[in-house]
């Protein structure tokens, strides 16, 4: 499974930007699709997940309402839409793949990373 990230840049704050991410082969059919972030000297954190036809999406709690997560299986891609962004959203934003069942959160749970978008938002 290959994952290429993309759309990241700088923006203004309560800008928006969408990341992409294509996966190779039918990926996003069979895996659990997910986004994380990681800030320069933080952790990596959750932001969304999504697995395929949309039955199953979930966010972490403090991005509800500005980040939107979806999937094109046709493209096998998925997407980061993200709204009134704020300085502390710069990072690097990273897509993953995961085999496991249900909505997963931790990035131990995804077998699959594609390299990071950097994304920088100014205030």
């Known amino acids: 499974v290959q994952l290429q990230a993309s759309g990241g840049g700088l923006v203004q704050a309560g800008g928006s930007l969408r990341l992409s991410c294509a996966a190779s082969?039918?990926?996003?059919?069979?895996?659990?699709m997910g986004w994380f972030r990681q800030a320069p000297g933080k952790e990596r954190e959750f932001v969304a997940t999504?697995?395929?036809?949309?039955?199953?999406?979930d966010y972490a709690d403090s991005l509800k309402g500005r980040f939107t997560i979806s999937g094109d299986n046709a493209k096998n891609t998925v997407y980061l839409q993200m709204n009134s962004l704020k300085p502390e959203d710069t990072a690097v934003y990273y897509c993953?793949?995961?085999?496991?069942?249900?909505?997963?959160?931790?990035?131990?749970?995804?077998?699959?990373w594609g390299q990071g978008t950097l994304v920088t938002v100014s205030s």
């Open positions: 993953a793949a995961t085999a496991a069942w249900g909505a997963r959160v931790r990035s131990i749970d995804y077998d699959y």
């Open positions: 999504i697995r395929k036809n949309s039955d199953t999406i």
């Open positions: 082969g039918r990926t996003f059919g069979r895996y659990g």
